[in-house]
T-cell receptor, first 116, second 114 residues
Framework: KQEVTQIPAALSVPEGENLVLNCSFTDSAIYNLQWFRQDPGKGLTSLLLIQSSQREQTSGRLNASLDKSSGRSTLYIAASQPGDSATYLCAPPRPYSGAGSYQLTFGKGTKLSVIP | EPEVTQTPSHQVTQMGQEVILRCVPISNHLYFYWYRQILGQKVEFLVSFYNNEISEKSEIFDDQFSVERPDGSNFTLKIRSTKLEDSAMYFC????????????FGQGTRLTVV
C-alpha cells in the first residue's frame, strides 16, 4: 500500500521567494509521479508529471524532481507570486497491480500562502 | 485544451435518495476514474473503468455505488441510497492509457447529503 507524506503542511512566504515543497512515499516501485494544485473548493489541476526515468521535470517557474530510491519528490517554485497560493498535492501511483488501471495515492498536501 | 467536464457542480440531496454524478472525460482517453475528497481529508480513489467494465475498486466502493458509460462520451457515478457520510467532493479523472500517462481531473461535484 502506498503512503504519501507532504512536508510542510502549510507554508507562508513573501512574494518573490523561492520555495521547496517535499513529498515522501513508501513504495518506490512507481513509473511516475504527478503534482497537482488545488484551489479552495475547486478541482485538481495537473502541474507536472515526472517519469521514473527522469530526474527532473520543468514547467515555467516549477521544477519537480524524483528520487525513487529514497522515495522522495520535491516541487521547487521560483519567484513565488500571490497567484501561487493554493494547496499542492503530490500523487504517486499505487504500484501497478496488473489490473490495467492507474490509481493515484494523494498526500494531504502543502497549503501555500504567498504574501504580497 | 481538452478538459474533463463534470456536472452538476453542486448537488444537494436528502438521505436515502439516489444521485447520479456525470462526467465527460477527454475524448481520446481510454481509462476513467472516480475519486472523492471528504472535507479536510485526502483525495481517495473509488473506482477505475476501462473497456466498459470496472478495472479496480477500493473498499469504499461498495454495493451502493455503480458506474456506467451510457454512451460514447459520458461516464456516470450513481449512489443508490445516499448517506450523510457520502457528503464529499467527487472528482472524475481520465488517462490516455492505464499507466505512464498524465491524469486529468474535472472540477468536481460537491455532494451534500442532508
Amino acid at each position: 500500500k502506498q503512503e504519501v507524506t507532504q512536508i510542510p503542511a502549510a507554508l507562508s512566504v513573501p512574494e518573490g521567494e523561492n520555495l521547496v515543497l517535499n513529498c515522501s512515499f513508501t513504495d518506490s516501485a512507481i513509473y511516475n509521479l504527478q503534482w497537482f494544485r488545488q484551489d479552495p473548493g475547486k478541482g485538481l489541476t495537473s502541474l507536472l508529471l515526472i517519469q521514473s526515468s527522469q530526474r527532473e521535470q520543468t514547467s515555467g517557474r516549477l521544477n519537480a524532481s524524483l528520487d525513487k530510491s529514497s522515495g522522495r519528490s520535491t516541487l521547487y517554485i521560483a519567484a513565488s507570486q500571490p497567484g501561487d497560493s493554493a494547496t499542492y498535492l503530490c500523487a504517486p501511483p499505487r504500484p501497478y497491480s496488473g489490473a490495467g488501471s492507474y490509481q493515484l495515492t494523494f498526500g494531504k498536501g502543502t497549503k501555500l500562502s504567498v504574501i504580497p | 485544451e481538452p478538459e474533463v467536464t463534470q456536472t452538476p457542480s453542486h448537488q444537494v440531496t436528502q438521505m436515502g435518495q439516489e444521485v447520479i454524478l456525470r462526467c465527460v472525460p477527454i475524448s481520446n482517453h481510454l481509462y476513467f476514474y472516480w475519486y472523492r475528497q471528504i472535507l479536510g481529508q485526502k483525495v481517495e480513489f473509488l473506482v477505475s473503468f476501462y473497456n466498459n467494465e470496472i478495472s479496480e475498486k477500493s473498499e469504499i466502493f461498495d454495493d451502493q455505488f455503480s458506474v456506467e458509460r451510457p454512451d460514447g462520451s459520458n461516464f456516470t457515478l450513481k449512489i443508490r441510497s445516499t448517506k450523510l457520510e457520502d457528503s464529499a467532493m467527487y472528482f472524475c479523472a481520465s488517462t490516455r492509457q492505464g499507466s505512464y500517462t498524465e491524469a486529468f481531473f474535472g472540477q468536481g461535484t460537491r455532494l451534500t447529503v442532508v
